[in-house]
């Protein structure tokens, strides 16, 4: 499995952004997808996952402000980033997890810089 995320970007606080992740190799349909985040000095830390039923998960920080989606036509997985905070400039990296693995791939990451 390969992943290609994109559509990170500089933005200001408050402002939105996209992330895509197009997966290749693989059937899309059944992997759990996820993005995950890493900021400055810190540990990778779940953003969102969405299971191959299309079951959202969310980070406490991110709840109600970011969206996780799917369209296994696309072979892809966006997240939309609304009311953006400086707090989440990190690099967001795309994850694709097979049925019955516990190790997922990993994307190259996409760089998310919130301006205050």
């Known amino acids: 499995v390969q992943l290609q995320a994109s559509g990170g970007g500089l933005v200001q606080a408050g402002g939105s952004l996209r992330l895509s992740c197009v997966a290749s190799?693989?059937?899309?349909?059944?992997?759990?997808m996820g993005w995950h985040r890493q900021a400055p000095g810190k540990e990778r830390e779940m953003v969102a996952t969405i299971t191959a039923g299309s079951t959202p998960d969310y980070a406490d920080s991110v709840k109600g402000r970011f969206t996780i989606s799917r369209d296994n036509a696309k072979s892809t997985v966006y997240l939309q980033m609304n009311s953006l905070k400086p707090e989440d400039t990190a690099v967001y990296y795309c994850s694709c997890l097979l049925p019955y693995t516990i190790r997922p791939y990993w994307g190259q990451g996409t760089l998310v810089t919130v301006s205050s």
């Open positions: 190799g693989g059937i899309f349909s059944v992997n759990d």
